[in-house]
């Protein structure tokens, strides 16, 4: 069963290896969608929505959460984001980690797609 939910948070970020306006100081409203697998149990929960959301919160939002991304992320792009996002949870069952910039633009990062060093 896959188990899924989603999150915002406020940050500015820029990108030092980026031409373009982007590479200036800018901000948005991220949307983060953080997906686990597990099995359903005997009382019918694969993984608990409040749990999911008490660890995400803990882990990453308020580490992010109106922040200047670069002190965290050294180069905060959406694709670094979504990896530093997966180190934070990786205890986790984790499937897929999504992060959006805005609206209409986003990155998927899944578990078969992690890079050796992730």
Not at 77 to 104: C, T
Request: aromatic content about 10%.
């Amino acid at each position: 069963m896959l188990v899924s939910r989603e999150f915002s948070f406020v940050g500015a970020h820029q990108l030092p290896h980026y031409q373009g306006k982007c590479e200036r100081l800018h901000g948005h409203t991220w949307r983060l969608r953080v997906t686990v697998q597990a099995q359903v149990g005997p009382d019918g929960i694969a993984f608990d929505f409040a749990e999911l959301g008490r660890i995400v919160r803990d882990k990453v939002i308020e580490k992010l959460d109106h922040t200047f991304l670069n002190d965290m992320i050294p180069n905060p792009s959406a694709e670094n984001i979504a990896y530093w996002v997966w180190e934070q949870l990786k205890e986790l069952p984790l499937l897929e980690i999504r992060v959006w910039e805005s609206e209409d633009t986003f990155v998927t990062l899944r578990r078969e797609d992690l890079r050796q060093d992730a």
